[in-house]
Nanobody, 123 residues
């Protein structure tokens, strides 16, 4: 099993940056593809980014491409989401997720989830 804990959320002004971290414990981190999702109030959870087990391939939602960067450090059992040029519409709870079957853009199928970290972007 893998336990995930997100951190790094906060309140920033539009145009600012945040770096989210997701620390994993338990089963070997490198076994899992990792994803970031977000959920705004009243909205469904949506895909943000994903990264393969080795970190060799990255995926991004069109809404964040060019602004967000996902990375992982398997030696530290940590995945990151660097968020630049933040917009008010990026405001949401951000969740880290791990998936045994490889990367996916659908929340369904991910095996483990973190508790979420709030990101609020003011205008």
């Amino acid at each position: 099993q893998v336990q995930l804990v997100e951190s790094g959320g906060g309140l920033v002004q539009a145009g600012g940056s945040l770096r989210l971290s997701c620390a994993a414990s338990g089963r070997a981190f490198s076994t899992y593809a990792m994803g970031w999702f977000r959920q705004a109030p009243g909205k469904e959870r949506e895909f943000v980014s994903a990264i393969t087990r080795s970190g060799s391939i990255r995926y991004y939602a069109d809404s964040v491409k060019g602004r967000f960067t996902i990375s992982r450090d398997n030696a530290k059992n940590t995945v990151y989401l660097q968020m630049n040029s933040l917009k008010p519409e990026d405001t949401a709870v951000y969740y880290c997720a791990a998936r045994r079957m490889g990367t996916s853009q659908a929340p369904d199928g991910y095996d483990y989830w973190g508790q979420g970290t709030q990101v609020t972007v003011s205008s």
